[in-house]
Protein backbone atom coordinates (compact mmCIF):
# COMPACT_ATOMS: atom_id res chain seq x y z
CA UNK A 1 0.00 0.00 0.00
CA UNK A 2 1.33 3.24 -0.90
CA UNK A 3 0.96 6.72 0.88
CA UNK A 4 -1.49 7.88 -1.96
CA UNK A 5 -3.38 4.59 -1.67
CA UNK A 6 -3.64 5.03 2.31
CA UNK A 7 -5.11 7.89 1.78
CA UNK A 8 -7.58 7.36 -0.70
CA UNK A 9 -8.76 4.73 1.66
CA UNK A 10 -9.33 7.43 4.29
CA UNK A 11 -11.02 9.87 1.82
CA UNK A 12 -13.36 6.77 1.41
CA UNK A 13 -13.69 5.92 4.77
CA UNK A 14 -15.04 10.10 5.19
CA UNK A 15 -17.52 9.43 2.46
CA UNK A 16 -19.11 6.22 3.54
CA UNK A 17 -19.58 7.76 7.18
CA UNK A 18 -21.92 10.43 6.14
CA UNK A 19 -24.22 7.81 4.82
CA UNK A 20 -26.60 6.05 7.10
CA UNK A 21 -25.79 2.53 8.25
CA UNK A 22 -28.93 1.90 7.40
CA UNK A 23 -30.34 3.82 3.88
CA UNK A 24 -33.95 5.05 3.73
CA UNK A 25 -35.25 7.44 1.31
CA UNK A 26 -37.25 9.11 4.87
CA UNK A 27 -33.59 9.00 6.90
CA UNK A 28 -31.14 11.59 6.25
CA UNK A 29 -27.77 11.96 8.33
CA UNK A 30 -26.20 15.28 9.32
CA UNK A 31 -22.79 14.58 11.65
CA UNK A 32 -21.15 11.60 10.01
CA UNK A 33 -19.87 8.42 11.95
CA UNK A 34 -16.76 8.64 13.26
CA UNK A 35 -14.27 6.82 11.52
CA UNK A 36 -10.82 7.12 13.84
CA UNK A 37 -11.30 3.21 15.02
CA UNK A 38 -11.36 2.44 11.34
CA UNK A 39 -8.27 4.64 10.59
CA UNK A 40 -6.58 2.79 13.59
CA UNK A 41 -6.86 -0.30 11.68
CA UNK A 42 -6.05 0.52 8.43
CA UNK A 43 -2.79 2.15 9.64
CA UNK A 44 -1.61 -0.49 11.76
CA UNK A 45 -2.40 -2.68 8.58
CA UNK A 46 -0.02 -0.20 6.45
CA UNK A 47 2.59 -0.41 9.45
CA UNK A 48 2.66 -3.97 8.96
CA UNK A 49 3.30 -4.16 5.33
CA UNK A 50 6.20 -1.57 5.85
CA UNK A 51 8.03 -3.22 9.07
CA UNK A 52 9.63 -6.42 9.53
CA UNK A 53 7.16 -9.43 9.61
CA UNK A 54 8.34 -10.41 13.32
CA UNK A 55 6.34 -7.50 14.55
CA UNK A 56 2.94 -7.53 16.82
CA UNK A 57 0.27 -4.77 16.31
CA UNK A 58 -2.36 -4.26 19.43
CA UNK A 59 -4.88 -1.66 17.97
CA UNK A 60 -6.20 0.92 20.95
CA UNK A 61 -4.81 -1.29 23.61
CA UNK A 62 -4.76 -0.68 27.19
CA UNK A 63 -1.40 -1.80 28.78
CA UNK A 64 -0.60 -1.30 32.69
CA UNK A 65 2.03 -1.77 35.16
CA UNK A 66 1.50 -4.22 37.86
CA UNK A 67 0.59 -2.91 41.34
CA UNK A 68 -1.50 0.03 42.56
CA UNK A 69 1.28 2.25 43.78
CA UNK A 70 2.83 4.49 41.06
CA UNK A 71 0.62 2.13 38.38
CA UNK A 72 1.31 3.26 35.09
CA UNK A 73 -2.04 2.82 32.40
CA UNK A 74 -1.86 3.74 28.78
CA UNK A 75 -4.10 3.01 26.09
CA UNK A 76 -2.26 3.90 22.48
CA UNK A 77 -3.65 4.07 19.76
CA UNK A 78 -1.11 1.32 18.20
CA UNK A 79 1.10 -0.14 20.27
CA UNK A 80 4.02 -2.38 18.34
CA UNK A 81 5.65 -5.47 19.88
CA UNK A 82 8.83 -7.73 18.74
CA UNK A 83 9.05 -10.86 20.93
CA UNK A 84 8.13 -9.83 24.61
CA UNK A 85 9.28 -6.50 24.45
CA UNK A 86 7.12 -3.26 23.12
CA UNK A 87 9.24 -1.35 20.59
CA UNK A 88 7.32 1.94 20.25
CA UNK A 89 3.43 3.19 20.57
CA UNK A 90 2.02 5.68 18.14
CA UNK A 91 -1.06 7.75 18.85
CA UNK A 92 -3.44 8.41 15.52
CA UNK A 93 -5.73 11.78 15.26
CA UNK A 94 -7.48 12.44 12.11
CA UNK A 95 -6.70 16.12 12.71
CA UNK A 96 -5.63 18.82 15.87
CA UNK A 97 -9.21 20.37 15.62
CA UNK A 98 -10.24 19.11 19.00
CA UNK A 99 -6.80 19.74 20.72
CA UNK A 100 -5.57 22.83 18.72
CA UNK A 101 -4.65 24.79 21.71
CA UNK A 102 -3.40 22.15 24.17
CA UNK A 103 -1.32 19.80 22.11
CA UNK A 104 1.23 21.54 23.02
CA UNK A 105 0.93 20.87 26.86
CA UNK A 106 -0.79 17.41 25.96
CA UNK A 107 2.22 16.42 23.90
CA UNK A 108 5.15 17.80 26.95
CA UNK A 109 3.45 15.32 29.88
CA UNK A 110 3.18 12.56 26.94
CA UNK A 111 6.85 12.93 26.51
CA UNK A 112 7.51 12.85 29.75
CA UNK A 113 5.66 9.89 30.73
CA UNK A 114 7.05 7.75 27.70
CA UNK A 115 10.57 8.30 29.48
CA UNK A 116 8.50 6.96 33.41
CA UNK A 117 7.27 3.96 30.91
CA UNK A 118 10.87 3.33 29.67
CA UNK A 119 11.96 -0.44 31.04
CA UNK A 120 9.24 -1.17 32.91
CA UNK A 121 7.04 -4.03 32.87
CA UNK A 122 3.59 -4.36 30.97
CA UNK A 123 0.92 -6.01 30.74
CA UNK A 124 -1.84 -6.52 28.30
CA UNK A 125 -4.60 -8.93 26.80
CA UNK A 126 -5.15 -10.34 23.94
CA UNK A 127 -8.06 -11.37 22.51
CA UNK A 128 -8.69 -13.87 20.17
CA UNK A 129 -11.19 -14.03 17.68
CA UNK A 130 -13.58 -15.69 19.63
CA UNK A 131 -12.86 -13.03 22.73
CA UNK A 132 -10.86 -14.99 24.60
CA UNK A 133 -8.58 -12.89 26.47
CA UNK A 134 -4.97 -14.34 27.02
CA UNK A 135 -2.38 -12.23 29.86
CA UNK A 136 1.15 -11.03 27.77
CA UNK A 137 3.83 -9.76 29.74
CA UNK A 138 6.04 -6.98 27.93
CA UNK A 139 9.16 -4.73 28.94
CA UNK A 140 9.04 -1.36 27.32
CA UNK A 141 12.45 -1.13 25.47
CA UNK A 142 14.83 1.25 26.87
CA UNK A 143 14.35 3.02 23.49
CA UNK A 144 10.91 2.97 23.14
CA UNK A 145 9.29 6.23 21.77
CA UNK A 146 5.39 7.93 21.03
CA UNK A 147 4.66 8.86 17.87
CA UNK A 148 2.34 10.73 16.58
CA UNK A 149 0.49 10.56 13.50
CA UNK A 150 -1.81 13.39 12.94
CA UNK A 151 -3.75 12.52 8.85
CA UNK A 152 -4.20 16.63 8.99
CA UNK A 153 -2.48 19.63 9.15
CA UNK A 154 -5.74 21.31 8.77
CA UNK A 155 -9.10 22.15 11.09
CA UNK A 156 -6.43 23.89 12.61
CA UNK A 157 -5.38 27.96 12.50
CA UNK A 158 -1.96 28.92 11.42
CA UNK A 159 -0.76 30.41 14.75
CA UNK A 160 -1.66 27.22 16.91
CA UNK A 161 -0.11 24.85 13.90
CA UNK A 162 3.29 27.21 13.75
CA UNK A 163 3.82 26.74 17.68
CA UNK A 164 3.22 23.12 16.62
CA UNK A 165 5.77 23.15 13.85
CA UNK A 166 8.52 25.05 15.89
CA UNK A 167 8.46 22.77 18.80
CA UNK A 168 8.60 19.32 16.10
CA UNK A 169 11.73 21.33 14.46
CA UNK A 170 13.27 21.96 18.18
CA UNK A 171 12.74 18.06 18.48
CA UNK A 172 11.77 16.26 21.39
CA UNK A 173 13.63 13.43 23.26
CA UNK A 174 11.07 10.30 23.86
CA UNK A 175 8.67 11.59 20.85
CA UNK A 176 7.96 13.01 17.50
CA UNK A 177 4.57 14.43 15.49
CA UNK A 178 4.04 13.72 11.99
CA UNK A 179 1.81 15.52 10.07
CA UNK A 180 0.73 13.26 6.55
CA UNK A 181 -1.00 15.46 4.20
CA UNK A 182 -2.16 19.14 4.39
CA UNK A 183 -3.74 21.42 1.13
CA UNK A 184 -7.15 20.78 2.06
CA UNK A 185 -9.09 17.71 4.59
CA UNK A 186 -9.83 14.13 3.62
CA UNK A 187 -13.05 15.30 5.00
CA UNK A 188 -13.61 18.30 3.25
CA UNK A 189 -17.31 18.51 2.19
CA UNK A 190 -17.50 21.30 -0.16
CA UNK A 191 -15.38 18.87 -2.55
CA UNK A 192 -16.32 15.81 -4.25
CA UNK A 193 -14.24 12.38 -3.47
CA UNK A 194 -12.63 12.88 -7.22
CA UNK A 195 -11.60 16.83 -5.83
CA UNK A 196 -10.27 15.96 -2.78
CA UNK A 197 -7.85 13.43 -4.28
CA UNK A 198 -6.85 15.63 -6.74
CA UNK A 199 -6.69 18.79 -4.62
CA UNK A 200 -4.90 16.87 -1.17
CA UNK A 201 -1.50 16.91 -0.57
CA UNK A 202 0.42 13.97 0.62
CA UNK A 203 3.37 14.96 2.66
CA UNK A 204 5.69 11.96 1.37
CA UNK A 205 8.33 12.80 3.39
CA UNK A 206 6.78 13.06 6.65
CA UNK A 207 5.69 8.75 5.73
CA UNK A 208 9.89 8.39 4.72
CA UNK A 209 10.82 9.86 7.83
CA UNK A 210 7.91 8.07 10.24
CA UNK A 211 8.86 5.03 8.64
CA UNK A 212 12.51 5.37 9.41
CA UNK A 213 12.13 6.09 12.79
CA UNK A 214 9.82 3.67 13.45
CA UNK A 215 12.90 1.21 11.89
CA UNK A 216 15.99 2.38 13.75
CA UNK A 217 14.21 2.35 17.24
CA UNK A 218 12.89 -1.44 16.01
CA UNK A 219 15.62 -3.25 14.44
Same mark, same amino acid.
Given at each position: ? !?? =?? &????????????? =??? /????????????? #???? !??????????? =??????? %?????? #?? !??????? #??????????????? +? !???? &? +????? /? /???? %?????????? +??????? =????????????????? &????? @? *?? $??? /?????????????????? $?????? +??????????????? *??? $?????????????????????? @????????
Amino acid at each position: M !TP =KE &LIVRIIDLYVEAR =KPI /YPDPRIFRGESHT #ISSK !TEDLFAYYLKE =KLSDDLI %FYVNQT #IT !TDGQENR #IRSKPDIVITKGEEI +K !TVLD &L +KMDLG /Y /YRKE %FPSIWENQDK +KIKSMRE =KEFRLYEKDKDNKRTQR &LFNFS @K *NA $KLF /YVIISNQNIGPIELDKIL $KIQKEG +KDFSDVFFLTEGIHP *NSW $KYSREDIIDKIIINDFAFDDLL @KGLGEIIS
